[in-house]
């Protein structure tokens, strides 16, 4: 399992996740930057075509967008949401904790069209 973390995800995350021993990357670090700022959709096609599993906080305009495209049977890498409420942003360390157990406990699984909400 591969980890893209969007924009609004410090690039700390991404350190800490590969000092774990975790492939991961920032969305600022990936392909130099070009996805920055980019329609949703794109990002997670091109995230797909680079095996990645994108976490991103968007609850808001993601789940829609994988609700239509399930419909649609469009295949994406998969999605690994998160919560402010059950791991604020500025808690490093603890996202990173919760990614590095779940990669652990998932990483030979498929991840296609998968979505996961992160649990602390």
Avoid at 15 to 42: H, Y
Avoid at 64 to 71: T, Y
Avoid at 78 to 106: C, P, S
Wanted: proline share 2%; hydrophobic share 50%.
């Amino acid at each position: 399992m591969r980890l893209l973390l969007d924009e609004y995800i410090s690039p700390a995350v991404a350190r800490g996740l590969v000092a774990a021993s975790v492939v991961a990357i920032a969305l600022r670090d990936w392909r130099s930057g070009a996805f920055l700022e980019v329609a949703d959709d794109l990002i997670i096609q091109a995230a797909h075509t680079d095996g990645l599993t994108l976490v991103t906080y968007d609850l808001r305009t993601i789940p829609p967008l994988l609700k239509s495209w399930g419909e649609q049977g469009v295949e994406h890498g998969g999605v690994i949401f998160v919560d402010e409420h059950t791991i604020a942003q500025n808690d490093i360390g603890a996202l990173i904790r919760a990614l590095a157990r779940l990669v652990a406990a998932e990483d030979a699984a498929d991840w296609t069209n998968r979505i996961v909400y992160l649990t602390r």
